[in-house]
């Protein structure tokens, strides 16, 4: 068993698909062990996207993950990281296959509904970014 970070972003939420992001979360089978509403400022935004910092794109991923709520939690299952990959589908909502969170909730490149960490080393150090140790279960 191990585990993933997660946050629903801020398009997600605006649209209302924070329920039923999180019920298609738990019916694949993981299991919430931290969970919160909260938003990012701009610096916090441009710390947890750091590795970004080079890209076109940087500007605009600061300015959008830190326009409005997001719900920021921890994920536990047995290949977390990897399984929440294939249940959240391609960056890109065109690429992403049917069935996905992004296929069905994503509306752009940029506002593409989910984030999921991409290595058993970031989920840790995203989800400490996020969470206390006494939010952590
Ligand atoms: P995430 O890290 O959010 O799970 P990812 O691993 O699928 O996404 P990355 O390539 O790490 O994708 O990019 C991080 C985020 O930056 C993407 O989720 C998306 O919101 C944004 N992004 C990536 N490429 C572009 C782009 N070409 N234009 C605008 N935004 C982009």
């Known amino acids: ?14 649209n209302g698909h924070i329920g039923s992001i999180l019920a298609m979360i738990t019916n694949a089978g993981f299991k919430i062990t931290s969970l919160k509403l909260t938003q990012l400022t701009v610096s916090d935004a441009e710390k947890f996207y750091a590795i970004h910092s080079e890209r076109p794109f940087f500007g605009e991923l600061v300015a959008f993950m830190s326009s409005g709520p997001i719900v920021a939690a921890i994920l536990e ?16 909502p065109a690429d992403a296959a049917e069935g996905t969170i ?3 909730y994503a509306t752009s490149m940029g506002e593409n509904a989910v984030h999921g960490s991409d290595s058993d080393e970031n989920a840790a150090i995203e989800g400490a970014f996020h969470f206390a140790g006494r939010e952590q279960f």
């Open 1 to 14: 068993t191990n585990r993933t970070f997660t946050m629903i972003k801020p398009d997600a939420v605006k």
């Open 77 to 92: 299952k047995e290949n977390a990281v990897a399984d929440f990959r294939t249940l959240i589908g391609a960056t890109n």
């Open 102 to 104: 992004r296929k069905l």
